[in-house]
């Protein structure tokens, strides 16, 4: 089965996070690898929904965790029975497929039960146990199916009813009284040449008459059995072979196993794994919201591969990932910013380039395969670069970042300042929202050898709202910093017009001494000509934080 990869920007995406994401998954199903999805582990900030929404681009699939799950094991190409087919149907599609379970739906694809052979070989010894009372429920349609009878007269082929079987092998006047014995039943008769049977059977109307071995029903008995509402069909068998098939042609609902739940490709391995263990044959049926059956799960999915794997844009450290990516395979990183832990023990694709942003890089990488880039992406990856390089103003910002925003320009017809002005006002609108969406729209956690810290940036057009907020942005972050155990949590708050920012930080109080920035009041910081995290604040931060673990 071919695996789903999904490429994903950093959790609490930015705009150049999800555009990059969104764009690079396009460049691959346009190489023709339908299986690439572009995904997302936090919720979209309020620029990032302006600029989908205005270009008219799905959203990357919400994955808010990568904790292992069922869907991510199960195997997906499961076949089904209907649970009217006989149990000899059902059987032979498991045998020829090599199956040993085969989940029972109803008409609507709907779960019912589980066929698996334990379930079977019991009920069907409970069936032929010779000290029970032999009977079984079927229909004509049912039996004739199973043994390829010739029907002669056949009424209510499909109806389901629950008969008694007798065996037309005593003398004729023992096998009369055994009737009369049953006379208020549905009654099968399974004989083979023996026409005062066939007589006895007629008069006393029983449900089926089953000739064996190839016998004939003669004209007058025909006419009779038709008129007395007596169903006649011929089997190919023996009569003892014919007794043994019968058994067989039971609806496969009736021989199931309707203790066996099923799961949801949405429970995790661990909430399944002990009910798996349980199950008779280590399987599990998995429905979806409908109970309609999409797959299966064994016990020996659980040792195999998920069926996933990932490729990062924007991010290498997995500090900054979805949570639960060790589980699985990294094909790529794309990014641009400083190289992290990051280690695998295998080879992959790692592009890491120093420039202002990863929709760059995806765009080059477009123009190197040689793959026109549809408008609507070309958009969101001119917007892409001018979010995370302040419309080109930044630091961060190289010839390269220019050179492709002017030819993202070309291809759109977006002029550049336009553009960029209004996707950072999109980016900058606070009034209406909490300290905590601001914080965690755009938030980072960097890992120093011991220390752990956090890094929020937003963009603003006036510093006056957030200041006028200053204790309930400060509050939120001492409870980001206590939660992660951080050294220090804080908020970069870039002005957009006077393209320097300042610098809130609630911080452990053995690391306020190593603070080398100018203060403007108290945890609160003033970084002039500072309006990159990546470039220029990051790196100060890391040798106060190294300055401060020695």
Known sequence: MEKTVYIFGHKNPDTDSVVSATAYARLKQLQGFENYKAARAGHFNPQTDYIFKKFNVQSPKYISNLTPKVEYYMEDECQVVD????????????????????PV???DGKYKSLLHYSAFAQKLLDILNPENKVSISTSIGLIIRTMNAQPLIVHNQEEIFKSTILVG????????????????????????????????CIERRVKLLIITSGYMLNKELKEKAQQNGVSVIMSPYTTSDTVMMIAYSTPVSLMADPEIQPVHPEDTISKIRQVLLDSPIRRLPVVDAENKVIGIISEHDLTNEPN????????????????????????????????????TTYPITFINKPIGSTSTIITTLYQEAKIPIPKEIASILLCGILSDTLILQSTTTTDIDRQTAEYLSNITDLDIQTLGKEILTAGSRIKGRTATEVIHQDMKEYRENKSVYTVSQIEVGNLKEILDRKKEFLSELEIERRSNKAVFAALLVTD????????????????QPFITF????????FLKDVVSRKKQLIP?????VENYER
Request: hydrophobic letters at 40%; proline letters at 2%.
């Open 308 to 343: 996933i794997q990932l490729i990062l844009v924007d991010h290498n450290e997995l500090s900054q990932a979805v949570e639960g990516i060790e589980h699985y395979k990294i094909q790529e990183v794309i990014d641009h910013h400083r190289i992290g832990p990051l280690s």
């Open 83 to 102: 649970e009217n087919k006989s149990v000899w149907a059902a059987i032979g599609e498991m045998d020829s497929a090599h199956l040993r379970a085969l």
């Open 496 to 511: 957009i017009t006077q393209l320097s920012s300042i610098l809130m930080m609630s911080t452990d109080p053995k690391f």
């Open 540 to 544: 100060l931060i890391t040798e106060q």
């Open 105 to 107: 739906v109803d008409k």
């Open 169 to 200: 092998a005593a003398s004729d006047d023992t096998f009369s009284r055994m009737l009369d014995e049953h006379k208020s039943e549905n009654i099968i008769v399974i004989t083979s040449d023996r026409e005062k049977i066939y007589e006895a």
């Open 518 to 525: 100018p203060k403007l009041e108290n945890d609160i910081y």
